[in-house]
């Protein structure tokens, strides 16, 4: 292949190393492998800077499933520390009487889910890369070319990135495309995708209630959008607020006087007066799903295969299922000795990753019509929806068992990782 050298060949190259990127290349680094699989992660920006753009200032409510995904990779023991637990969830409709309310007691786990901030994982994963013998960073790096060699007899896929200036060829079995919900890898491939914009944005910003927050994690309903206070660590609360972009600007431009008052009188007094808050940003938000998501010796994982909105928190849970069943797949051909790059192999990633996907996209989707809607007698439906959820108990446990990422959908099996077994 042209430009390429053996020193530039890899087993598995990974464009973008954000949050999904990052978290594959530790999950293939835990597996227990008489040869280890040499990795390249190819990323626009410097991971260990305040600029990396999915290492932000937002925080992640990781799902149980998904500490269970960590922890299977090793990688909890480094996260716990900054994690704090969500021991219950309280969901409420503003001005109206429907109230439920999920509780890790009821359902016999630990706990429901752990925020973390976006930052915190990404340092971590950083540094599990970062020591790794195995890993090679090219960062800050930006793909320029993409080629499939499909007559190659062990099959190859090649690609040009631009590091420091110069241009460097790499070649692997299996490239994974976790560039994101603008993936270059997409656009190279002419891979196209669906998109659903809500005409909203989320408001996000850290602030410190009077009260203590005990692990509970609000998530309000309101006239302009939900509204999420979670808790983190510190007694601080992470804001998730659902607007209009127009509103959305109009908040952000306020002094924090004026918004801490708009943010008080629309979340109410539960957690006692807001009295310090942080940074605000906005986030567009929207449903966006590729439409396939392998292409020859390319597999797709995260925002680039898959964006939802984030009133029920899955984006990244959806993305770490994704890297649990990949890396479960190319553990598997590595240990038969057979191609990594396989289509059949990516094919059964494809298939199998379909059910949980297209679930997700329903639940996020149904949630955001029914609760983003004044209507009066949408509002009463779902009041009484609420109310219904709390006095049934097997309807509140499947609203649990999914929000804590623990249901595998009809059909769909969960990964060995997401089991609590390692690789
Ligand atoms: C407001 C908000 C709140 C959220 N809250 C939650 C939550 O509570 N729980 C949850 O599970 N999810 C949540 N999410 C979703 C979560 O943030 C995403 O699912 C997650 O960031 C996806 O990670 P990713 O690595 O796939 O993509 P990204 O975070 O977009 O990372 C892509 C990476 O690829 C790099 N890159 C891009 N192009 C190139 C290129 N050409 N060459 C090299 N590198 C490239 C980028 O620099 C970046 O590092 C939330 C999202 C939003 C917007």
Redesign the pocket.
């Known amino acids: 292949m042209p430009g390429s050298s053996v020193n530039n060949h890899y087993d598995l190259i990974i ?9 594959l290349a530790c999950a293939l680094k835990s597996a227990a492998l008489e040869e280890p699989l040499k990795i390249a992660v ?4 410097e ?1 260990n800077t305040e600029s ?4 932000d200032d ?6 149980y499933g ?1 500490r269970c995904i960590f922890d299977s990779m090793g990688v909890w023991p480094l996260l716990a520390e900054q994690a704090e637990a969500i021991d219950s969830i309280h969901i409420s409709d503003r001005g109206h009487f429907g109230v439920t309310r999920l509780s890790s007691e009821q359902e016999g786990v630990e706990a429901l889910g752990y ?1 973390l901030e ?1 930052r915190n994982i990404g340092q971590q994963l950083y540094r599990v890369m970062h020591e790794s013998a195995d890993i090679t960073l090219f960062c800050p ?3 320029k070319s993409l080629q499939q060699d499909f007559t190659h007899p062990e099959g190859r896929v090649s690609v040009d ?1 631009m590091v420091d200036g110069s241009t460097q060829t790499l070649t692997a079995e299996l490239l994974v495309a ?8 997409m656009k190279v491939l002419n891979i196209g995708s669906s998109r659903k914009d809500y005409e909203q944005s ?1 408001l ?1 910003t850290n602030v410190t209630p009077g009260k203590k927050h005990e692990n509970v994690a609000y998530e309000r309903f309101t006239d302009s959008g939900p509204l999420a206070f ?1 808790p983190m660590t510190q007694n601080r609360c ?1 804001v ?1 607020w659902t607007l209009s972009p127009e509103q959305a600007d109009y908040l952000y431009a306020l002094d924090e006087a004026d918004f801490l008052a708009q943010l008080q009188q629309r979340f109410g007094y539960r957690l006692g007066r807001i009295k310090k808050i942080g940074m605000r ?1 906005i ?1 567009p ?1 929207f449903l966006q799903s590729a439409t396939q998501m392998v292409h020859g010796r390319v597999a797709l ?5 898959h ?2 909105h ?1 009133v029920a ?8 299922r994704d890297v649990a069943l990949l890396s479960e797949l190319i553990v598997e051909q590595r240990r038969k000795a057979a191609d990594i790059g396989s289509l059949a192999m990516l094919q059964q990633y494809e298939t199998q990753r379909d059910v949980d996907i297209k679930r997700v996209y329903r639940f996020t989707d149904a949630l955001v019509r029914t609760f983003s809607n004044s209507i009066p007698p949408l509002a009463h439906m779902r009041s009484l929806g609420l109310f219904m959820v709390d006095i049934l108990p097997d309807l509140k446990h499947q609203l649990a068992v999914q929000s804590m990422g623990l249901n595998a959908g009809k059909g769909g099996k969960l990964s060995r990782l997401g089991r609590g077994l390692p690789l």
Do not use: C, K, M, W
């Open positions: 464009i973008g190393g954000g949050l999904a990127g990052a978290s190819v990323e626009a920006y991971l990396q753009p999915s290492y937002r925080t992640i409510a990781l799902s998904s925020v976006n790096a930006e793909l990135v976790a560039d994101g919900n603008n993936s270059q890898v989320a996000i979670l992470s998730v940003h986030y938000l994982i995260g925002n680039a295969a964006s939802v984030p928190g899955q984006g990244f849970n959806l993305a770490l």
